[in-house]
């Protein structure tokens, strides 16, 4: 394994098999592999996925991604929306146990004054505001099986949203840009 950046990944790929593999494909099959390498669930990954014609505006982006400003109801309320029921978003949220948080999402929730909607207890701060997602965290904190099942099922789904298969879209040829 080495840290080759995606977009030169997507070209080893496409030297070996040119467009057969979607770049869609690529960034699902990396993130299945990242969970993996760090100790979560192996799970099947259904492929097949094709590209967007457009390519991906930071704004279509963000429009679709809830924000680190908001609450978890409203995170429930944005995701709904997709089909994702509240245990689907506990579960994905609980794969941040790996990543990074940066300071700039979360400072004003404790300084100058803490919100008083978060526990005192970091560790159980944001899931616990919100009685919905308190029992699944809870059910999960208790059966770490439970939690593996539920997150390979909301992965899955996550990783089905939008897709485009058959003649729809295209095979990029650069993950990085669209084809000429
Ligand atoms: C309900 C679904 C999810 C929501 C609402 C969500 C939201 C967020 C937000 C707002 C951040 C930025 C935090 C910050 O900059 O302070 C973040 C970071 C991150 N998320 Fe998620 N996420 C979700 C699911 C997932 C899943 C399923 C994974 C992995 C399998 C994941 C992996 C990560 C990682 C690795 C970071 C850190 C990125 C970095 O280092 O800059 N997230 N997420």
């Given at each position: 394994m080495h840290s080759a950046p995606n977009h030169d990944l997507c070209d080893l790929v496409e030297k070996k098999?040119?467009?057969?593999?979607s770049c869609a494909d690529i960034a699902t099959i990396a993130a299945h592999d990242s969970i993996f390498l760090s100790g979560r669930p192996e799970y099947d990954v259904p492929l097949g996925r094709r590209d967007e014609l457009a390519s991906a505006s930071v704004n279509e982006t963000t429009k679709n991604l809830p924000s680190p400003a908001q609450s978890a109801s409203q995170i429930l309320a944005a995701l709904a929306k997709k089909s994702f029921d509240a245990t689907n978003v506990v579960t994905l949220s609980g794969?941040?146990?790996?990543g990074l948080g940066h300071c700039g999402s979360f400072t004003d929730r404790l300084?100058?004054?803490?919100?008083?909607?978060?526990?005192?207890s970091f560790a159980r701060a944001y899931q616990y505001e919100d009685p919905t997602t308190r029992d699944i965290v809870t059910s999960f904190a208790k059966d770490l099986e439970l939690f593996f099942e539920r997150f390979v099922l909301a992965m899955t789904k996550m990783g089905q949203l939008g897709l485009l298969t058959g003649t729809k879209g295209e095979i990029q040829a650069r993950c990085s840009a669209r084809n000429s």
């Open positions: 098999c040119c467009r057969v593999v794969a941040h146990t790996i300084y100058p004054t803490p919100d008083p909607a978060m526990e005192k």
